[in-house]
């Protein structure tokens, strides 16, 4: 129904004038922003321009529908405005404006600039009744709400499957993680899983689930790790990537209440997305009446992901609106003036200019100029600022930290002398953050990558070079964003939507009204794609691959059990292996009638006849390939072939993997062997000593200092040359090394290595040896083996801070309830540990002083 506020914001939004007006405003009030002067803002006793109080009434029209593109405007309106006068008239207006769109943060902060004039009754009267109707209690705070985040979370309690898309700084996973504790406190026996992308965000959510359900700790449990609860605590709220929720269901029967699943874009990642499409299809046939949640920074395609699980029906709340007003600005250097920047406005449809920076130092060096730039316009606030792969963050960081002087800052140089002692003395990241500088990227240490954003959510690193790491999920906003290509590695291509998302972390919610996304020589960019908002689509990774790549599936479908099959591309292998599963189940048909796919059904019928076929064949356990279709099945086929042949003839003990703690390096080296043998298909003596080499010192919690000090000593033998090796990229390859090898592709290959061996020895009635096997594949995930290294993960500790805890406590075989009991008898001071670690420790409230600190 078309409303009074409509009609008249489509009769103001018609006029030429009104843009003229918010041209104008734009420009001044996004320049006051990127350049304070004492000259940004008019008088209090000054007259309000005509403008200004065309734009503000017409902000309080578009404030009263349900439009987000006009209540866009009214928030754009209201906070230029505000930043351009402190006339108190025009900041009162401006109040009222955010309180009638439900922006409650943004109006707390324009209610705290300091006014000469009180506002007037009726505004504060309105404002507060505004905010109490949208205010909640959420875990014995009353917390305002936005609009947004109030449909949600009363759509929640209907149990029905729900959908949020929202931009980055919407607020959507705070209300859906309040709803998850609500459930976790309130209904006996629940169980719920948090499904993220990453080990990051992770990280993020356990501590916040952790924090807010303290006070019933010893009747929830919140986990990391995938396995039941020793202590059999009622109800468990788990948070785990993909992969661990996969090796969860498959030892498990457990059940599930509610399913939230964190960037539901990741549906659409290869082969993580086919394992996370497959393990939400799994937790629907456990629980037919489980809620799911599915969380995106903006997208299409719910229904899809729907039909993919076997849900008949997701709602979808839906808002474009952001509370945090963020900007595309274009930067681009004058040829003719080295040291001039010219910069626009980017708009869906146009750009405004908003006028020059006069610099103090040259910008036209392409290689030099993302560092340059973010120096003069990033000095108002934290920056983010986009490097395309681990080396080129290191850099650019580089670049940024020659010009600043060193911050000795008690945060900084305990950051620092944390890198030197858990990385390497001579990583360059210790000396970078001394200049308020630091890198990130995904395949570094959890305790790391936490210490590096708390120091820059503290403002004690200025910038924060990132890859796509930051893309997903972990909530590190900042003042401003810094990006010149649209581009990943050498040649890689960004998603649009990606990049929107990364946009996204421009503007802090309740510290920033505005966020600044820099796009440095945007006009030269062979694409465009931040001039127009591009939302992720759906598309389960699984369809794609089979109607893209049919002939490449069909081919590994039809080969044999001595094919070689490493040449196909990894996400057609992976669905044919997803198929083969589903045949050995004897529900292929089924599965592939409710997806949604360009395929006729006579290409169908042939892919599932051969998916059938092949898989009878090939006569594996179908509990084994369900739970391991990621891995070659050819390759298990010939595995377990070998296993029953060495079983046969009495030699099951040497293929049982040991525990890594007694002298068993021949051992591993044999496991390794036989799995890129006859899984993998090739195998190198080398390369199998050094998987067993580093494999057991990372299972035993070496030190990471342990494993690059070694990676270091082996180059400096086999160099040719006296100069001296480079520090950061040993550095960096043992952490691709440890996260992508051991942590990844050798979890998957190993756990099919010891399922496949516990059915084989079973199957001769081996019992008491197939209970002997050692769990390898969950201690490489993990980086630690003992038992008490693992009860510190599951407090939800670092692989740095348990390794380091598990030669500490007197007591090698813990209980959970010991592990926590010993660190609560315990102050920072009596384990002497680096600050970094004592501050996870406290955080987690798990030292005797941080407990006490909270009763």
Request: charged share 20%.
């Amino acid at each position: 129904m078309t409303t009074f506020a409509d009609q008249l914001s489509a009769r103001i939004l018609a006029r030429p004038e009104f843009w003229n007006d918010l041209d104008s405003v734009s420009a001044r009030g996004l320049m006051s922003e990127i350049r304070p002067s004492s000259d940004d803002t008019s008088s209090d006793d000054g007259e309000i321009p005509e403008a200004t109080q065309r734009l503000v009434y017409s902000a309080s029209v578009f404030a009263q529908t349900e439009s987000d593109s006009n209540r866009s405007l009214a928030q754009r309106i209201a906070l230029y405005t505000s930043l351009l006068s402190d006339n108190p008239l025009v900041l009162e207006a401006s109040t009222r404006i955010l309180a009638t769109i439900g922006n409650f943060p943004g109006m707390s902060q324009l209610e705290r600039r300091p006014m000469k004039v009180r506002p007037s009754l009726s505004t504060s009267l309105t404002n507060k009744l505004l905010q109490e109707i949208n205010t909640e209690v959420i875990n014995g705070a009353d917390v305002p709400l936005t609009d947004f985040q109030r449909k949600v979370w009363e759509t929640l309690p209907s149990g029905q499957n729900l959908a949020v898309s929202a931009p980055t700084s919407a607020g959507k996973s705070f209300v859906v993680l309040a709803r998850l504790c609500e459930r976790a406190k309130t209904e006996p026996g629940f169980c719920g899983v948090y499904v993220a992308p990453t080990r990051a965000l992770l990280a993020e959510v356990h501590e916040k689930l952790t924090s807010r359900l303290a006070d019933v700790s010893d009747a929830v449990r919140v986990s990391t790790i995938p396995t039941l609860d020793s202590e059999s605590r009622p109800s468990q709220v788990f948070v785990l990537t993909q992969e661990r929720l996969m090796v969860l269901l498959s030892v498990t029967s457990i059940k599930f209440d509610m399913v939230v699943v964190d960037e539901a874009q990741s549906i659409g990642d290869d082969i993580r997305g086919m394992i996370l499409q497959d393990c939400l299809e799994q937790v629907r046939a456990r629980n037919a009446k489980a809620q799911f949640v599915f969380l995106a920074p903006g997208a299409t395609g719910f229904a899809a992901v729907g039909n993919s699980i076997g849900l008949d029906e997701i709602s979808v709340e839906k808002t474009g609106l952001s509370p945090v007003l963020q900007n595309r600005i274009v930067v681009t250097p004058d040829a003719a003036k080295p040291t001039y920047l010219h910069l626009k406005l980017l708009e869906s449809t146009k750009s405004v200019p908003l006028g020059e920076v006069i610099g103090s130092r040259g910008f036209l060096n392409s290689k030099t100029a993302l560092a340059a730039v973010a120096l003069e316009l990033g000095s108002n606030g934290a920056s983010l600022v986009y490097g395309t792969g681990p080396s080129q963050t290191e850099k650019i960081a580089l670049q940024i930290a020659t010009e600043l002087p060193r911050k000795a800052t008690p945060v900084l140089l305990e950051l620092s002398k944390f890198i030197k002692d858990h990385v390497h003395p001579k990583y360059s990241l210790a000396e970078r953050v001394m200049k308020g500088v630091a890198y990130h990227y995904g395949k570094m240490p959890s305790l790391l990558r936490e210490a590096i954003e708390a120091a820059f959510k503290s403002d004690d690193i200025k910038y924060l070079v990132c890859t796509t790491t930051l893309f997903q999920g972990i909530n590190l906003p900042a003042r401003n964003v810094f990006i010149d290509t649209p581009t990943r590695g050498r040649d890689g291509k960004l998603d649009a939507a990606a990049l929107w998302n990364f946009a996204g972390r421009a503007g802090r919610l309740n510290h920033d009204m505005v966020g600044n996304v820099f796009l440095v020589n945007y006009d030269s960019w062979p694409d465009k794609p931040l001039s127009t908002a591009q939302p992720f689509s759906l598309r389960p990774a699984f369809i794609a691959a089979v109607a893209g790549k049919y002939d490449e599936v069909l081919q590994v479908l039809s080969s044999g059990l001595e094919s070689d099959i490493s040449k196909v591309p990894a996400d057609a292998r992976a669905a044919a292996g997803l198929m083969m599963s589903r045949a050995a189940k004897g529900s292929l048909s089924t599965f592939f009638g409710r997806l949604e796919s360009s395929l006729d059904s006579g290409a169908r019928e042939i892919l599932v006849e051969t998916a059938e076929k092949t898989t009878e064949a090939l006569d594996l356990p179908p509990e084994v390939l369900e739970s391991n279709w990621t891995v070659n099945p050819f390759g298990q086929a010939r595995l377990l072939a070998r296993f029953r042949v060495l079983i046969a003839i009495g030699r099951s003990e040497e293929l049982i993997p040991p525990h890594p703690s007694g002298d068993v390096f021949e051992s591993y080296v044999q496991i390794f062997a036989r799995i890129n043998k006859y899984i993998v298909g090739s195998s190198f003596a080398a390369y199998n000593v050094k998987l067993a080499t580093i494999g057991l010192a990372w299972m035993r919690g070496t030190p990471l200092p342990v494993l690059i000090g070694k990676s270091i000593e082996l180059a400096q033998k086999n160099k040719k040359t006296d100069r001296p090796v480079n520090v950061d990229t040993h550095v960096r390859n043992t952490f691709e090394f440890v996260e992508d090898k051991l942590r990844f592709e050798y979890v998957q290959l190993g756990k099919a290595y010891v399922d496949l061996l516990r059915f084989a020895l079973r199957e001769k009635g081996l019992d008491v040896e197939a209970t002997s096997v050692f769990d390898f594949p969950l201690a490489l995930e993990l980086g630690v083996s003992s038992v008490a290294g693992q009860a510190f993960i599951e407090l939800g500790l670092s692989r740095v801070t348990a390794s380091l805890l598990q030669d500490l406590i007197p007591d090698s075989n813990p209980t959970l309830a010991r592990a926590k009991s010993w660190l609560a008898s315990l102050t920072a001071d009596d384990l002497k540990l680096s600050a970094v670690i004592s501050q996870e420790l406290e955080q987690k409230g798990l030292l005797a002083q941080s407990i006490a600190d909270g009763a």
